[in-house]
């Protein structure tokens, strides 16, 4: 279950990355792209916090 709460954080923050960039600049494929680089980062971070806790 622990995996679960991770991988709901990680396409959460991923989807307000996404919605970010597509507000400043209007192109959708510039903001998945940008999601697709920040995933791993993303999920990253968000393990290293869940294990710190």
Known sequence: MDAEKVNVYT???ASLIMLGVTLLTHDI???IV???IAFPAIRSLIKNYRNRN
């Open 11 to 13: 396409l959460f923050a």
């Open 29 to 31: 494929a510039i903001s």
């Open 34 to 36: 940008i999601a697709a």
